[in-house]
Each structure stands twice: as C-alpha cells, then as structure tokens.
C-alpha cells in the first residue's frame, strides 16, 4: 500500500440510519452476545480517582 492510499478522502456523504429500511423479519432477528460477554466485568464508577 502507498501512503497516498490512507489519505484519500471519505464518502462525501454515506448512509444515515432513517434511511435503513427493514421489514419485520429483520426487525424479529437477533444477536445472541453472551458468549462474547465479560461474565464478571470490572465496573469502576466515572467520577473514582486514579489512585484507586
């Protein structure tokens, strides 16, 4: 790849999400994530100090 090719300029306007038009099939479609999923996550809170 040549460096010119990471500088090429984006879509000048792309697709926006009222555009989407799906039927009831897709809207019954699911993703199951679980497996993906952290199942003991580590939660801090926004505000905790860095010290923690």
Known sequence: HA???FVKPV??????VDE???DQ???DM???LAPFLNPSPYIVPEDMSLAK
Not at 11 to 16: A, I, L, N, V
């Open 25 to 27: 099939v897709d809207l």
């Open 11 to 16: 879509s000048s306007k792309g697709m926006s």
């Open 3 to 5: 460096a010119s090719e």
């Open 20 to 22: 989407i038009q799906l």
């Open 30 to 32: 699911y993703i199951d």
